[in-house]
Each structure stands twice: as C-alpha cells, then as structure tokens.
C-alpha cells in the first residue's frame, strides 16, 4: 500500500479472466532455480482492494479501502472470496475507513485502519473494540506472530505489537521509512520496505537484518515451497528474492496500470490484490524445472 493513495471509482471493474500463460521470465534465471508465475484466475469487483488474510472456514477476505488510503470517511470493508475468486460476502465487515492489512489470531480477524485496529469475531464477524495506536499515521500491513499481531506504520517508520488489548511500539528505526508488508516466519519477522526497497527479517530481539535491496516501493511478502521469498512493489512488480539475496523480477505491470499490493503466498498460490484496476489476481508458483 501507497503513501500517496489513489482515489479510485467503485465502477472500475474489469471482468474475469480464465487461466494464462506464465508470466514472462528470463529463461537463464528460471533454469537457475527461479521459480514463475502461472496466472489461474482475476476477480473483479472490488474498490482498492489492498489486503488478503486467510478465512478460516476457506476462501480469503480482501480489505475494500474504496475512498482515499488516509481518509476517515466510513467508506471501508472487506470481502470473504473463495479460493476460486467468487465474492462469498461483498460486506463481510465495514463501516470503517480505509482497511488494508490484516490477519487472524485466535479467531478473531484483526484490520489495519490508518491509526486504529479494527477487530471481528471469526467467523460471523461481530464487531469486537477497536485498538487506538497512540501516534500512528498510516498503519499498514499486519501479521500474527509469537502469539501477538504486528502491525506496520508507514508512515511513522514502525511497527507496533498487539497483545490483547494493549499496543506499543516494537520496533522504530530509520531503516523502516516507508514500512509496508510483514510476514511473521518460524522465530523470525520479515519485513520490507518502500523507500529503500528493502526485505528485512527481525528475531525477537527486534535486530534488523537486509535480506535484499532495490525492490522501491516494497509491499507484500510471501515464501515459496521452493524456498526464497516473492516480494510485490505496489507500482506493479513482483520479485523472486533467492535465500542469498539475490533479486530477480517475474513480473512487470506498470506499463498497463496494474498496481500489485500485498502479495500473500499460500501454498504454491499466490494472492495479489491489485488496487488499481480493482481487481484480485491469483498466480500459481511454478517451480523451475
């Protein structure tokens, strides 16, 4: 997700599209252990849509910013798809401002929403308190990890732990300007960024370690089967990054105006909300042969 957010009309809709030739790659990279992107399937529909958590009882809910990405409008909600793309429940959850990431601990499905988090009851999505994060100003991505969510402020350049009910800075660096995804691994926290394009992992400790830089505009993140990790840059590229750092883009869609947001990896499937055209796509990983 943007700092400079795109004001987008709900009436954008693009249709479906069936199944595609994998997206371009340079052979030498793919026979060098790159893996590729096979396009299943885009789903329209939505209005900025930003985030992707997984549902609990199947299918994935994709956070609606629909008015401006800083705007205390009431314009905001989420959408339950299925694993196929079909909308289950357009209004899953609203009546909040401009959602984005997202992620479920302990059903309950937790929504960034510029400086206070949102919370619903799993499965039928009762509204449960919301979690006011002193200072924020754009919070962003979302993860859980170590029994708390993390969530991301871009616009602060930290990340902030929920336990329960209470929020405090985790970690504030100005390695973080422009922090976007988080992705919660094992006993580490991968991170990347916007300005300085960068992908991140943190211990418990909260000590930053570059896995890899250049990647501008830095969104979300999500590892492979094969190993290394997919990172998407919102302006519409999505990268492979190899385990000793080296970065390789699979996709490139800013030609056409396809904004690629948080990038989420579930299995070999790859779920990518696409803020501009309005769209969700889903990629499966084809590993190199």
């Not at 170590?146 to 616009?155: K, L, P, Q, R």
Request: aromatic share 8%.
């Amino acid at each position: 997700m943007r700092l400079i957010a795109l004001s987008l009309s709900a009436s954008l809709l693009f249709a479906c599209s069936g199944p595609d030739a994998p997206a371009p790659t340079d052979p030498q990279a793919q026979s060098s252990g790159v893996p590729a992107l096979e396009k299943l399937w885009v789903a329209d529909g939505f209005s900025a849509p930003e985030g992707v958590a997984p549902a609990p009882g199947g299918g994935y809910y994709i956070s609606n910013v629909a008015g401006e990405g800083d705007a205390k409008d009431g314009e905001g909600w989420v959408t339950h798809i299925s694993e196929a793309g079909d909308i289950l429940n357009e209004h899953f959850v609203d009546g909040m401002n401009a959602p984005k990431g997202m992620a479920v601990l302990n059903d309950v499905l937790y929504v960034s929403d510029i400086d206070t988090v949102r919370r619903f009851q799993l499965p039928g999505g009762e509204a449960l308190s919301d979690i006011p994060i002193d200072g924020a100003k754009f919070l962003n991505d979302a993860t859980a990890w170590n029994g708390a969510v993390y969530v991301s402020d871009s616009g602060m350049s930290r990340i902030h732990r929920i336990d329960g009910d209470a929020a405090s800075v985790w970690l504030e660096s100005d390695a973080l300007a422009g922090v976007n995804g988080l992705l919660g691994d094992g006993a580490r926290l991968l991170i990347t960024t916007m300005d300085a394009g960068a992908l991140y992992e943190a211990g418990a400790d909260a000590t930053l370690t570059t896995i890899a830089e250049g990647m501008i505009d830095g969104d979300g993140v999500g590892l492979p089967p094969s190993g290394g990790y997919l990172v998407s840059a919102w302006r519409g590229d999505i990268f492979f990054v190899s385990k000793d750092g080296e970065v390789v883009k699979l996709l490139d869609t800013r030609e056409e105006g396809t904004l690629q947001n948080d990038l989420s990896v579930f299995g070999d499937l790859v779920i990518v909300p696409n803020w501009r055209p309005g769209t969700v796509t889903a990629w499966r990983i084809v590993d190199p042969s």
